[in-house]
């Protein structure tokens, strides 16, 4: 895995540096400094406890932990949530409870996300008359099909 070095500073200096859980990964986790319990259907606001200084042309993406959404229904509300480049604060991360019935429990220094650090490029946007043809053209939302489910859901 090519790397880049992120500057970073630990505001809460108990939690631990976000960490790669195997070399593969490209999320490194990221904790929650507070407890909190988020009720079905609600969304709280936790801090990190780090703030982070990535080189330009890098930002940050917030993602959920796919086996805390599976289990308990915890996911991030803005997903994937962007950390520019310039951003000197604490990475918070507004999670939210979408299971129906049963309240979601975290402690401090429980893994609630991962951060994915990519290049970014910025777009120059150039207005042009008209738009090159291409092979999908207009079409989208449903337009190369594959939704028998529509039919069994709606009848
Ligand atoms: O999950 C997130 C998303 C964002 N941020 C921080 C870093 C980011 O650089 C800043 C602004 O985020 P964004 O641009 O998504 O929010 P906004 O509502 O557009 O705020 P702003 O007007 O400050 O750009 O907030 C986080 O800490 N966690
Ligand atoms: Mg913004």
């Known amino acids: 895995m090519p790397s880049v070095e992120v500057l970073l500073s630990r505001l809460d200096?108990?939690?631990?540096?976000?960490?790669?859980?195997?070399?593969?990964?490209?999320?490194?986790?990221?904790?929650t400094t507070t407890d909190v319990v988020i009720e079905p259907g609600e969304r709280a606001v936790v801090g990190t406890g780090i703030a982070i200084a990535l080189p330009e042309g890098y930002a940050g993406f917030v993602h959920p932990r796919s086996g805390l959404a599976a289990r308990v229904g915890l996911s991030v509300v803005n997903t994937p949530g962007t950390i520019d480049?310039?951003?000197?604060?604490?990475?918070?991360?507004?999670?939210?409870?979408?299971?129906?019935?049963d309240a979601v429990v975290l402690t401090r220094g429980d893994r609630i996300a991962q951060l994915v650090v990519q290049k970014v490029e910025h777009a120059v946007f150039r207005e042009v008359d008209e738009l090159p043809d291409s092979a999908r053209g207009a079409g989208g939302y449903g337009s190369t099909g594959g939704h028998d489910v529509l039919a069994r859901t709606e009848g």
């Open 13 to 31: 200096p108990a939690v631990p540096l976000p960490t790669y859980a195997r070399p593969g990964d490209a999320g490194a986790d990221l904790v």
């Open 85 to 101: 480049a310039g951003y000197r604060g604490e990475i918070k991360v507004c999670l939210v409870n979408h299971d129906l019935r």
